[in-house]
């Protein structure tokens, strides 16, 4: 068994591998939500927002912690077994990725709806189908980011 790092936060427990690599997320029981406390954020998206698959994955925030240096893989297009994934969460108020965060592999927050999304400078990578078929309020890259290889972004507009 490797050497795991354990963030806790008000989104819940965060535990990475020693390389920074998120393995595993815990929602906080202060941080879950009903799909109907995100109504007035996401309904401009149509009906798809409240999907049967997002049932238990509605929350108020993400904020991932500093020291998280990657999310998923990268190896493929696809997600491979065992890497974590936040598809399909509706997330109403805030994520926060932290500088710290170099990598976001395939497919990780496929499906997902959420609000203001920033990549910080940091970032190098985001993975193929990274946020396919995402609803996200808001994207906003900052001016000084590297480029980007396989972004697939997808709006329900």
Same mark, same amino acid.
């Given at each position: ?80 077994? /065992?890497?974590? @994934? %936040?598809? !399909? ?5 805030? *994520?926060?990725?932290? $500088?710290?965060?170099? =990598?976001? &592999? ?20 985001? /993975?193929?189908? @990274? %946020?396919? !078929? ?5 994207? *906003?890259?900052?001016? $000084?980011?590297?480029? =980007?290889? &396989? ?7």
């Amino acid at each position: 068994m490797e050497n795991q790092v354990i963030y806790e936060n008000e989104s819940g427990i965060f535990i990475c591998n020693e390389d920074g690599v998120l393995l595993r997320y815990e929602c906080s029981p202060q941080n879950r939500l009903e799909l109907d406390d995100c109504e007035e954020r996401f309904r401009f998206f149509g009906q798809d927002w409240q999907h049967e698959n997002r049932k238990d994955k509605a929350i108020r925030k993400l904020v991932i912690p500093s020291g998280v240096k990657q999310l998923g893989s990268c190896s493929s297009a696809c997600r491979k077994m /065992g890497d974590i @994934s %936040f598809e !399909h969460y509706v997330v109403r108020d805030e *994520i926060v990725l932290p $500088d710290s965060l170099k =990598i976001i &592999g395939a497919a990780v927050f496929q499906r997902a709806m959420l609000p203001e999304v920033k990549f910080s400078s940091s970032l190098s990578v985001i /993975g193929a189908t @990274s %946020f396919f !078929h995402a609803g996200i309020s808001r994207l *906003i890259f900052c001016s $000084d980011i590297k480029p =980007i290889y &396989g972004i697939y972004y997808s709006s329900h507009e």
